[in-house]
Nanobody, 126 residues
Framework: QVHLVESGGGLVQAGGSLRLSCAAS????????MSWFRQAPGKEREFVSG????????YYADFVKGRFTISRDNAKNTVYLQMNSLKLEDTAVYYC???????????????????WGQGTQVTVSS
């Protein structure tokens, strides 16, 4: 059984930073792509950022480019999302997901992922 546990969410003022972590267990973490998604109230879940198994290739949604950075430590089975210059519209529950393969050519497609964490709340205040 694969388990993904997110942490690091919280309340932060606009312009501030947070670092999310997602710890994985249950299968060989280094063999799979990993991504972050988010879902705000009343909205669909949307892709934020992703990385292939090696971490050498990363993907970002346009609305986070230049502000968020994804990274992974395969020795620790953990993927991170460093979020800087946070905006009010970044408020959402953030989920990590593990891909079905080591890479994905369509990282924003939810069907590319087979396991999801429970989510961590990020709230940005003015």
């Amino acid at each position: 059984q694969v388990h993904l546990v997110e942490s690091g969410g919280g309340l932060v003022q606009a312009g501030g930073s947070l670092r999310l972590s997602c710890a994985a267990s249950g299968r060989s973490f280094s063999n799979y792509a990993m991504s972050w998604f988010r879902q705000a109230p009343g909205k669909e879940r949307e892709f934020v950022s992703g990385t292939i198994s090696s971490g050498r290739t990363t993907y970002y949604a346009d609305f986070v480019k230049g502000r968020f950075t994804i990274s992974r430590d395969n020795a620790k089975n953990t993927v991170y999302l460093q979020m800087n210059s946070l905006k009010l519209e970044d408020t959402a529950v953030y989920y990590c997901a593990t891909g079905r393969r080591s890479y994905t050519t369509t990282p924003a497609d939810l069907r590319e992922y087979d396991y999801w964490g429970q989510g961590t709340q990020v709230t940005v205040s003015s």
